[in-house]
Nanobody, 115 residues
Framework: QLQASGGGLVQAGGSLRLSCAVS????????LAWYRQAPGEARELVARKFRDGSTNYADSVKGRFTISRDSAKNTVSLQMKSLNVEDTAVYYCNANDPYSSTNYWGRGTQVTVSS
């Protein structure tokens, strides 16, 4: 129901754009987010786009990452700039339906930043 794409290998300072196609979920009432998990670490929130359009970001990505949602295409994207080695992780898209209190997860896409 959530299919992420766009990961890959990039040099430090570079950019990547992740995209997540959302299906089978009431898109317009869901809060959408990107999380990431580095090896040996807990999954952490990277960015969230609430259904009212407001956003919040992890301090470590503020000013570098931008989350956006496209209601016409039912997608949520994460534009990442000025990437550094610490951004290396598997990135997961997430949809939260506040009406049913259900969380949906995509499989994840690997982002590797080389120095």
């Amino acid at each position: 129901q959530l299919q992420a794409s766009g990961g890959g290998l990039v040099q430090a300072g570079g950019s990547l754009r992740l995209s997540c196609a959302v299906s089978g979920i009431p898109f317009n009432r869901a809060h959408l987010a990107w999380y990431r998990q580095a090896p040996g670490e807990a999954r952490e929130l990277v960015a969230r786009k609430f259904r009212d359009g407001s956003t919040n970001y992890a301090d470590s990505v503020k000013g570098r990452f931008t989350i956006s949602r496209d209601s016409a295409k039912n997608t949520v994207s994460l534009q990442m700039k000025s990437l550094n080695v610490e951004d290396t992780a598997v990135y997961y898209c997430n949809a939260n339906d506040p009406y049913s209190s259900t969380n949906y997860w995509g499989r994840g896409t690997q982002v590797t930043v080389s120095s």
